[in-house]
């Protein structure tokens, strides 16, 4: 069962910028997403991509937020510029549909000035 692992996470001021990296055996599936969590909230998809198609995001950070893949370096990676302290959280990444056996420890995000 493959376990994905996150990084790139950090403290930012609003309106900064962040890159965040997805690792592991991420080849064999077609759609892969960034999913976010806050404490005593659900975990939700923020952003997903389709092999070959198209990429689709939350409303919230539509044109904000880029995702994207390295299918050579097995690597995901969301690039996020102007933070809002709403974006604060824990990120992870993960096949979409979601497999529970394979989140990672996330990478915290926080914003704030």
């Known amino acids: 069962q493959v376990r994905f692992a996150e990084s790139g996470g950090g403290w930012v001021q609003p309106g900064g910028s962040l890159r965040l990296s997805c690792s592991g055996a991420?080849?064999?599936?077609?759609?892969m997403a960034w999913y976010r969590q806050t404490p005593g909230s659900q975990r939700e998809r923020v952003a997903s991509m389709v092999t070959g198609g198209r990429d689709d995001y939350i409303d919230s950070v539509k044109g904000r937020f880029t995702i994207s893949r390295d299918f050579t370096k097995n690597t995901m990676y969301l690039q996020m510029n102007g933070l809002k302290p709403e974006d604060t959280a824990a990120y992870y990444c993960?096949?979409?549909?979601?497999?529970?056996?394979?989140w990672g420890q996330g990478t915290q995000v926080t914003v704030s000035s």
């Open positions: 993960n096949r979409f549909p979601y497999s529970a056996k394979s």
């Open positions: 991420m080849s064999s599936f077609r759609v």
